[in-house]
């Protein structure tokens, strides 16, 4: 079982990509975590065990996704955050996925569509 990625998490540029439930043990990414140009990738529930990514994160051009409840263990986010541009993803939505967040990187969050919750949290040591 996969539990740690020493490097980065790409899954982009995947017209085909539903889901990404193989991932369900997985709980740390030690570089960026990027998830972009999935147009038919409607929920990210395989992650459900991540806890720590030490780089970026990205969520960005997947139309379809609908919800982020599966970061819903994300605790920390040590470079900055990207969530722009998901249309069917709301706001409400990105915060119950990332509610139990503690911290993210010193750059402010780049979070067009999250709540003031998510951009304002505290810089991780």
């Known amino acids: 079982m ?4 020493g490097g980065y998490m790409n899954f982009n540029t995947n017209d085909n990509l539903a889901d990404i439930s193989g991932f369900r043990m997985l709980m740390r990414v ?3 975590f990027a998830l972009h140009d999935n147009p038919a990738l409607m ?3 395989g992650l459900n065990s991540l806890t720590r990514i030490s780089g970026d994160l990205y969520i960005y051009n997947n139309d379809a996704l ?3 409840s599966g970061l819903h ?3 920390h986010v040590t470079g900055s955050i990207f969530i722009y ?3 069917a993803l709301t706001s409400g939505a990105i915060a119950r996925g990332l509610e139990r967040l503690q911290c993210r990187g010193r750059v402010p ?7 003031d919750a998510i951009r304002d949290l505290p810089a991780c040591p």
């Open 109 to 115: 969050a780049i979070c067009v569509d999250c709540p």
């Open 43 to 45: 929920n990210i529930s």
């Open 66 to 68: 609908l919800e982020t």
């Open 30 to 32: 030690e570089g960026d």
């Open 85 to 87: 541009n998901n249309s």
């Open 2 to 5: 996969l539990t740690n990625i």
């Open 73 to 75: 263990s994300l605790l």
